[in-house]
């Protein structure tokens, strides 16, 4: 089980070990959103995310492994990796039974998704937010939009953060179905672009890459291709048999598979043609 005890200790062993650490938000609860930065600079980069959904806890683990295998190899990044593990520290610790769910929440707490105001963080953000197909307009396990774009402090810090290292890209870890997101609303001049670093992972991890069927809006992913006009994947780890809550041993492959990934889209920054 990896939540927010787990991912605050990686980040000061990190720090320790050459890293660097800092927190970019803090949770409704008054929890620390850590991330962990590797390479030299302080902008221009990339960034990558984990446990934005509270019951896809296994991403933050990912997400601190290849923190720790980009801070062991220093000379192999040209560019700084900002690492932010748990998005959503509360919703984790909800989901692994460490934390109670909000009052209105009466379904089985393994399952929750939202953060502990009831938003689904990755539907909370300022692009075609309420747009999705399984959208809700009230407070919720899951899929709820909240009263506004960011109005939550984890969405909103996220936000802040992303507009302060202005990425050249970023990577949105989430659980399952072993597919890469890389096409929202993107204008046709950009589409071969993204598609092509979308299939050079494709390659390298044995997943699919999905053109953005419509039905999802307001993510991360999303905000960051919009507002940023950069290329943005959302990952999905392990295998679609496996059930929610997924394990540590359900992703083990992805684990491995996902190790250097961003070591793969740095080079794919650097040569490929926009």
Request: hydrophobic share 40%; glycine share 10%.
């Amino acid at each position: 089980m990896f939540g927010y005890e787990e991912t605050m200790r990686a980040a000061d062993a990190l720090e320790k070990a050459g890293g660097s650490a800092g927190v970019a938000g803090i949770s409704v609860r008054g929890r620390d959103i850590k991330y962990i930065k590797a390479g030299d600079g302080e902008k221009g980069g990339i960034i990558v995310t984990g446990g934005i959904h509270a019951r896809e806890h296994v991403t933050a683990k990912l997400v601190v492994m290849q923190a720790q295998y980009a801070v062991k190899n220093p000379r192999l990044l040209q560019m700084p990796v900002y690492f932010v593990p748990l998005v959503n520290p509360d919703g984790a610790e909800i989901a692994l039974l460490r934390d109670k769910p909000p009052a209105f929440f009466r379904g089985d707490a393994r399952l929750y998704k939202a953060n502990a105001a009831g938003v689904d963080l990755n539907v909370n953000f300022d692009a075609g937010r309420g747009e999705g197909a399984a959208n809700v307009f009230y407070p919720s396990g899951a899929n709820y939009v909240g009263p506004f774009a960011f109005s939550e402090p984890e969405t909103a810090a996220l936000r802040d953060f992303t507009l302060k290292v202005k990425p050249r890209a970023t990577i949105s870890y989430h659980a399952k179905g072993r597919i890469i997101y890389y096409d929202f609303r993107a204008p046709a001049h950009k589409k071969a672009y993204y598609r092509a670093i979308a299939d050079v992972m494709a390659e390298k991890l044995h997943y699919a890459a999905v053109k953005d069927d419509g039905k999802s809006a307001g993510g991360y992913k999303d905000w960051c291709r919009q507002r940023l006009d950069i290329p943005a994947f959302t990952i999905e780890i392990g295998d679609d048999a496996f059930r929610h809550p997924l394990t540590e041993k359900d992703v083990q492959e992805d684990y491995a598979r996902n190790i250097d990934l961003p070591l793969v889209l740095q080079k794919c920054l650097l040569t490929m043609k926009k």
